[in-house]
Nanobody, 115 residues
Framework: QVHVVESGGGLVQPGGSLRLSCAAS????????LGWYRQAPENQRELVAD???????YYGDPVKSLFTISRDNAKKMVYLQMNNLKPEDTAVYYC?????????WGQGTPVTVSS
């Protein structure tokens, strides 16, 4: 069982920035594809960004060029840098780890963008 724990969410004003962090408890961290998803109230969960084991990155349409995903294999961490946040970015952000067909999710960290 892999435990995935997010941190870094909170309240931020429009135009502000947040950095989300995610720790995954596995000795095989390098073998996991990692990603961030988000779910706003009454919406479906959607992909924010995904970073593969080879370092390739894919961003979901809503956040292209505004958010940056990165991973630190030595620290077993994945990050999401979010800049120029907008009210529509308000959601619970989930970290996701996947190896083969096995998926692990964190409990989520809430992000609220409001003045």
């Amino acid at each position: 069982q892999v435990h995935v724990v997010e941190s870094g969410g909170g309240l931020v004003q429009p135009g502000g920035s947040l950095r989300l962090s995610c720790a995954a408890s596995t000795n095989f961290f390098r073998s996991y594809n990692l990603g961030w998803y988000r779910q706003a109230p009454e919406n479906q969960r959607e992909l924010v960004a995904d970073i593969r084991i080879d370092g390739s990155i894919y961003y979901g349409d809503p956040v292209k060029s505004l958010f940056t995903i990165s991973r630190d294999n030595a620290k077993k961490m994945v990050y999401l840098q979010m800049n120029n946040l907008k009210p529509e970015d308000t959601a619970v952000y989930y970290c996701h780890a996947r190896v083969a067909s096995t998926n692990y999710w964190g409990q989520g960290t809430p992000v609220t963008v409001s003045s």
